[in-house]
């Protein structure tokens, strides 16, 4: 229960089978030269129980070059997606861990999810915004650490999508309370002893934060995906490839 206004919210973050629907369209859908692209629509899921380095990645983009346009490059290409946002997360957690003092490793395993059909496409968390991740340090930095990292979590995603699709428009919760902000645009804030809740009912966006862990959890309700179809059979998937230059 929260404040004077008597509402309440049903809080649970444990680890709970995750149901996902996609939507199939049969609309023979073709690209740019008037070819068949060979799919209707996808949802791709990228696994990860390790940090993602380099060479790990690595392998994934050099496997991108075995593959012809069609249908299995586009899953590919959706699943790369998906991995890219872990491995810019993992690399920003660790210029955090050496600004915070403190060192991480993964323990549990991470998933993210692709959807790409005919009517919309985004990038998913599948699992908790603490990122499979073991954390030591002194109990403060561990927090800041925690903040840092999950505060930038749907910050990543939108990134990553914004230079893959070539599409700037704001789709995730974080980008949108911190630029409704900047125009004095206000949300909801409700607070109790374990949790600060930043809202937007119009939008049906929400922003929570674990008072005791200093995790940030953003949960977005409505259905304002972040644009159209994007073909990943070919071009797109390139550009994913393209995204990091690994030295």
Not at 48 to 61: A, E, F, H, R
Not at 109 to 132: A, K, L, Q, W
């Amino acid at each position: 229960m929260f404040g004077d206004e008597k509402e309440k919210y049903n809080l649970k973050f444990l680890d709970n089978t995750i149901h996902r629907i996609s939507l199939i369209y049969y609309d023979n859908l073709i690209d740019e030269n008037n070819l068949n692209i060979g799919y209707e629509g996808l949802r791709s899921f990228a696994f990860v129980t390790s940090n993602v380095s380099n060479s790990k990645l690595k392998y994934w983009l050099d496997y991108g070059e075995l593959l012809s346009a069609g249908e299995m490059k586009a899953a590919y290409g959706s699943f790369l997606s998906a991995l890219l946002v872990i491995y810019e997360h993992d690399k920003l957690a660790d210029k955090f861990a050496n600004y915070y003092n403190v060192t991480w490793n993964r323990v549990s395993p991470v998933v993210f999810s692709m959807c790409n059909n005919y009517r919309s496409v985004y990038i998913t968390g599948e699992s908790d915004h603490g990122m499979g991740m073991k954390v030591q340090g002194n109990d403060s930095n561990i927090w800041n650490f925690r903040f840092a990292c999950s505060f930038s979590y749907s910050i990543i995603e939108q990134m990553v999508g914004t230079f893959i699709w070539n599409n700037t428009e704001i789709g995730t919760v974080t980008l949108s309370m911190i630029v409704d902000f900047l125009n004095n645009n206000s949300w909801d804030i409700l607070a109790n002893d374990k949790y600060l809740i930043f809202k937007n009912d119009q939008k049906g966006m929400f922003l929570i934060l674990d008072k005791a862990t200093g995790i940030v959890r953003d949960a977005m309700l409505s259905d304002s995906l972040i644009c159209a179809m994007p073909c990943y059979h070919d071009n797109i998937t390139e550009d994913a490839r393209n995204m990091v230059i690994i030295y």
